[in-house]
């Protein structure tokens, strides 16, 4: 069982930045595959960006490549979404996720089955 714990979330000024961390207490990130997805009122959850267990491969939305970046620090045990540029329209609550290395994905939420609580993102200026 992995129970993902987010970090992060604030409010932040339209174009500014923001990092958001995943880790799991008790369980070791590197035999999941991880990815970060978020859900904003009134839609339904989209995935944002995954990686594999090796960290060879990544995934992003076309809405925010090359804005953000996915990250494991495997000496901390997290996951890191480092987001800049940030739009309007990436407000949302952002989830983190994971599912047993070996499964297939393509980074829909469907596809991972251990979720944290998720981390508010909020883009105002």
């Known amino acids: 069982q992995l129970h993902p714990v987010e970090s992060g979330g604030d409010l932040v000024q339209p174009g500014g930045s923001l990092t958001l961390s995943c880790t799991a207490p008790?369980?070791?990130?590197?035999?999941?595959?991880m990815g970060w997805f978020r859900q904003a009122p009134g839609k339904e959850r989209e995935g944002v960006s995954c990686?594999?267990?090796?960290?060879?491969?990544?995934n992003y939305a076309d809405s925010v490549k090359g804005r953000i970046t996915i990250t494991r620090d495997r000496a901390k045990n997290t996951v890191l979404l480092q987001m800049n540029s940030l739009r309007p329209g990436d407000p949302a609550v952002y989830s983190c996720a994971g599912v047993p290395d070996g499964a297939f994905w393509l980074c829909n939420p469907e596809e991972f089955n251990f979720w944290g609580q998720g981390t508010q993102v909020t883009v105002s200026s």
């Open positions: 990686m594999s267990a090796s960290g060879f491969i990544t």
């Open positions: 008790g369980s070791s990130l590197d035999s999941y595959i």
